[in-house]
């Protein structure tokens, strides 16, 4: 995958993901070309199409528009079974996810996208696992953390999927 | 200093704003405080504020002043700041910026740290945009995580080893120990990723794909597994057990098996369990069969597996999902080329896809009905994409305007067909057509000379139609300048001859010369038709005065075509006709179109070929088509004659061969020397035994020689001043065979270096009568502005005693009164 965008029905951005290294100018170029093609696109067509050398797969969740893109290689309706997984996780998180949640809490939507995808591929199929990580996670932040082995080790033993504590230095 | 204002409150601030300039506002506003809150070197804060500020770059506006204040968080001790520290590096930073590297030491800390979500923070950040420095510094930390047992880090170092390899692809050996036991894993995210790191290194090193062959087998039975077993709640998406794990695995298997037979073999049985059992109520279902598919298409599989490849992929056609559709038309291009009768047997269906309302479909469509035709479907098809390209979007038009002419070309059943559909394609699209398509229709409708009168009669009634579709417009004044006496004779086999007069003609030519509508290109088609009809048509004076009056036009290219063919009517009636002569046949090049005008070394004026002459045996007929001019007559015979077609170079590139290393300084000892003593000095005295020279230079007093005495075959240069151009020289060249056989097929190329400019005219005749009952003339004029020491090279090629003789030679003992 080359990047995932989304955006409003109006064309406001509302994520950005980038797995390949890019200056600011193209991405902005991108942004815009995707903007334009994907909200020019009817109603009933198909949800793929061909831009320069990637095929840009796009679904529209009620008032938002997931945009991924990927290369020639891939598979295209695995890419529409990608998007809806992301939209699977951000529903259990938020309950009942709408625009205004990843409106207001943006920093979340990419915690879920980077425990599900990275470098762009997969890396966790199972969604209770993604849940589960981004719950502990959260819970870290409520910790007064003060690096100690002891605290770390209570917390991490809340989860159900069995790990050892990392790696000591 | 009051605390900076909330992440959320901010974010409902902004979206109260009414206009741009409003936010704008805000945000600068923000931005300030926050500057001046990262001065205080605030702690508390810091994270707060980097949040807002990776609020409003999204919005777009630039926030390049919080790059350090992300690194400081990275570094920070709280798990909270961590997670929007590395949240900004990742939206933030990049490899352009140097700052980035100061994060290393930050991500290597917390690559050990002692809590895994810390850690798994830092696979992830590295993962996404580490650089190579980054990657280099810090692949034994992510190899050494490869091969803990901890999955959530496993997984994660995994991918972050697929980007190291990305970027760095030499360190990929360094991960290959920790691969040993990936595909052992149970749990599905190792899995995955471990597939995935697999795939990379396979497409990567050949090496390591022969090396990894091995786990086919292994990664068979995880396949078979996952689609035998029963329900699992965890992997589970519409009663399919991890269909991205599947995918993946299928993938990597099409890598694996491509080229391997053993593999391959191995893998068939999966495949065609998988094909046939996988559930396709769902997209999710049809996305494991398609790459399914895809597998079996690219390994070597057996014919009955590809042939039920196949037919998924016509069922699919058939599906009322739309981009299940689109998917199927995508393969289907990507094997037709393989399986070629497979896919013609879906061809009805391909062709009613092209009436799909969905665009990308058309277009996949398309490209496949083209890759279909053939020789035997070539009129139902052809009759199809025409009533596409006359209802299609325009930007389809040029696509299927090139396809249809290509199609045609290579399967046209008959040439009134072909002209039939060309003249279709222009009268629906022909504003379309690519530039090229010109010329190249101009030659087919050379070539198909028994069709001259029907393809111009029917161009004519085009023309009467509509004049605004500018490709059309040219082939046709083309045609009707070339062909307007078959016009105006009535005389047409294939259809009802329609009468028309010169003037009626006229009337139209001139029409297009006058109307907005024609660009200064057709214009000039349709004035140089004009001056060609003055040889087929008897109204001349009618043409004298249109070609008068353009002689003043603004334009400038048509001001000078005006001019020159006034100039014809004036000075030089008697070449009007042959100028104005029917084009000869013109043969297909590979590469060129007719019209290119080769611009070669010493030869300035654009070459003209003379097809029909000499005789093709000896012609390598294709690169000599590059030089034809569209204007051009046939009584200037080519300077040089291309050599056999092993080099397909440009006429320049010939010639400058054929002088090879003939230098201008001194003399390099030619092949075969010719019999005369090449010593200038010398032959300036013996010029007072030969030639009255003293007499009369500007006459010619110079002496003959002979140029080329081998084998029977002398050839005798003599030599004339041209008047009034005292710096061209006119040489006769004699031919002469003393042996009993007669030379057929006679002929005479010369090059000379740079500096000259040669013309060649017609021989006499390209027979060398034996026993030297009589001669072959053929006259050279060699313009020498620099009066430079005159040398030639020649190569003769003929027939003699049934056998095809040539041979090269260099001619450098011409008399200095020659060049002087």
């Known amino acids: 995958m080359r990047f995932l965008l989304l955006f409003s029905r109006q064309g406001k951005l509302r994520l950005q993901k980038w797995f390949t290294s890019m ?25 793929f199409l061909q831009w320069k050398d990637l095929k840009i797969i796009y679904k529209r969740y009620a008032s938002l528009y997931f945009c991924l893109a990927v290369e020639s290689q891939e598979n295209e309706l695995l890419a529409l079974e990608i998007i809806h997984r992301y939209v699977e996780l951000l529903d259990k998180y938020f309950g009942n996810v709408c625009e205004l949640d990843i409106i207001f809490n943006f920093e979340k939507a990419y915690f879920i996208l980077d425990e599900f995808l990275m470098g762009g591929e997969i890396q966790e199929t199972s969604k209770q696992i993604v849940n589960r990580s981004i719950e502990a996670s959260d819970m870290l932040q409520e910790v007064r953390f003060t690096g100690t082995h002891a605290n770390t080790n209570a917390l991490s033993k809340t989860q159900s999927v069995t790990c050892t504590c990392g790696v000591s230095t | 200093m009051p605390a900076p204002i909330r992440l959320r409150e901010l974010i409902r601030t902004i979206r109260t704003a009414r206009t741009q300039a409003e936010e704008r506002e805000m945000i600068q506003k923000e931005c300030a405080a926050i500057r001046s809150s990262f001065r205080e070197e605030d702690n508390t804060y810091r994270c707060r504020n980097v949040a807002k500020l990776l609020y409003m ?27 929007i520290g590395y949240l900004g590096a990742m939206l933030l930073l990049d490899e352009r910026q140097d700052v980035h590297l100061l994060m290393t030491n930050c991500i290597k800390n917390d690559l050990n740290h002692s809590t895994q979500y810390v850690q798994g923070l830092a696979l992830c950040t590295l993962g996404c945009m580490g650089s190579s420095e980054m990657c280099r510094d810090l692949a034994g930390e992510v190899e050494k995580l490869l091969k803990t047992s901890n999955s959530y880090l496993r997984k994660k170092a995994a991918l972050c080893a697929v980007h190291v390899i990305r970027k760095v692809p030499e360190l990929m050996e360094m991960f290959l120990p920790a691969t040993k036991n990936l595909l052992s894993e149970k749990n599905h995210g190792v899995l995955h990723t471990s597939v995935v790191l697999l795939t990379e290194m396979c497409e990567r090193s050949p090496d390591m794909l022969a090396h990894f062959r091995k786990l086919v087998p292994q990664l068979v039975r995880i396949l078979k597994n996952l689609i035998m077993s029963g329900y699992s709640p965890e992997h589970d998406v519409s009663g399919i057990s991890d269909p991205f794990l599947q995918v993946r695995i299928l993938r990597l298997l099409r890598i694996l098996g491509k080229g391997d037979d053993d593999s391959s073999e191995a893998m068939n049985d999966i495949l065609a369990q998988v094909a046939t059992n996988t559930e396709t109520s769902k997209n999710v279902g049809n996305a494991i069969l398609y790459e399914t598919v895809l597998t079996i298409m690219d390994i070597k599989s057996e014919s009955g597996l590809r042939v039920l490849a196949i037919n998924i992929l016509g069922r699919f056609l058939l599906n009322n999902d739309k981009n299940i559709r689109y998917v199927a038309l995508t393969s289907l291009l990507k094997t037709v080329q393989t399986d070629h009768n497979a896919v013609q047997r879906h061809r009805s269906t391909i062709v009613d896809c092209l009436k799909d309302l969905d665009v990308s479909i058309k277009r996949r469509a398309m490209e496949l009905s083209f890759a ?16 596409f390209l006359d209802s299609c979007d325009p930007e389809f038009k040029a696509d299927c ?3 249809v002419f290509l199609a045609a070309e290579k399967y046209a059943p008959s040439k009134r067909w072909h002209i039939d559909t060309i003249m279709r394609v222009l009268t629906t699209a022909g504003s379309y057509v690519r530039d090229d398509s010109v010329p190249n229709l101009i030659q087919l409708i050379t070539n198909s000379v028994e069709m001259h009168a029907y393809t111009v009669q029917r161009l004519y009634k085009a023309l009467l139609d509509d004049i605004s579709q500018q490709p059309l417009v040219q082939v046709a004044s083309w045609c009707i300048g070339e062909y307007g006496d078959l016009l105006v004779s009535g005389q047409c086999e294939e259809e009802e001859p329609i009468q028309v007069t010169e003037d009626e003609v006229l009337d139209v030519l001139e029409g297009l010369l006058v109307s907005n509508l024609s660009t200064p290109v057709t214009r000039g088609y349709a004035l140089t038709a004009i001056m060609k009809l003055s040889t087929r048509f008897t109204s001349v004076n009618r043409i004298k005065k249109v070609v008068s009056i353009y002689g003043s036009s603004i334009d400038v290219e048509l001001q000078q075509r005006a001019v020159e063919y006034n100039a014809l009517f004036k000075k030089y009636d008697h070449m009007r006709p042959a100028l104005l002569e029917r084009m000869p046949i013109m043969e297909k090049t590979a590469s060129n179109g007719p019209t290119e005008i080769v611009q070669t070394n010493g030869e300035t ?57 003939l230098s201008l300084s001194g003399g390099t ?12 000095p010398s032959f300036f005295l013996d010029g007072l035994t030969s030639q009255p020279l003293f007499n009369d230079i500007a006459a010619a007093g110079i002496p003959p020689m002979t140029a080329y005495n081998k084998n029977g075959l002398k050839i005798d240069f003599t030599f004339e001043r041209a008047n009034p151009n005292p710096n061209i020289a006119v040489i006769t060249i004699h031919a002469s065979n003393s042996t009993e056989a007669d030379m057929t097929d006679f002929v005479f190329q010369a090059a000379v270096p740079k500096t000259f400019q040669l013309q060649l005219l017609s021989p006499s005749s390209n027979v060398v009568p034996a026993l030297n009952q009589g001669t072959v003339t053929q006259v050279i004029r060699v313009l020498n502005p620099q009066k430079q020491q005159l040398r030639m090279r020649i190569k003769l090629t003929y027939t003699h005693k049934g056998s095809a003789v040539q041979d090269l030679a260099e001619v450098n003992n011409f008399p200095p009164q020659s060049w002087q």
């Not at chain 2, 035997?376 to 009533?387: A, D, H, Q, S, T």
């Not at chain 2, 002459?613 to 300077?639: E, F, Y």
């Open chain 2, 605 to 661: 004026e654009p070459s003209v070929v003379e097809a029909k002459h000499p005789p093709p045996v000896t012609q390598p007929t294709n690169q000599a088509n590059d030089l034809l001019d569209l204007l051009g007559g046939n009584d200037v015979v080519p300077v040089i004659q291309n050599t056999v077609s092993t080099k397909p170079a440009s006429a320049g590139g010939e010639l400058l061969d054929l002088l090879g290393d």
């Open chain 2, 372 to 387: 279909l035709v053939n020789g035997n479907n070539i009129r139902g098809m052809m009759k199809e994409l025409l009533y």
């Open chain 2, 401 to 403: 305007a090139s396809g």
């Open chain 2, 669 to 680: 000892s030619p092949a075969p020397a010719p019999s005369v003593p090449t010593s200038q």
């Open chain 2, 57 to 83: 770059h999204m919005l777009g506006y630039p926030a390049h002043f919080g790059q350090l204040e992300c690194l400081k968080l990275i570094a920070s001790q709280k798990f909270t700041d961590k997670r």
């Open chain 1, 23 to 47: 200056s600011d100018r193209e991405k902005k170029k991108i942004i815009r070309d995707m903007t334009t093609m994907v909200l020019a696109r009817q109603a009933r067509s198909c949800n």
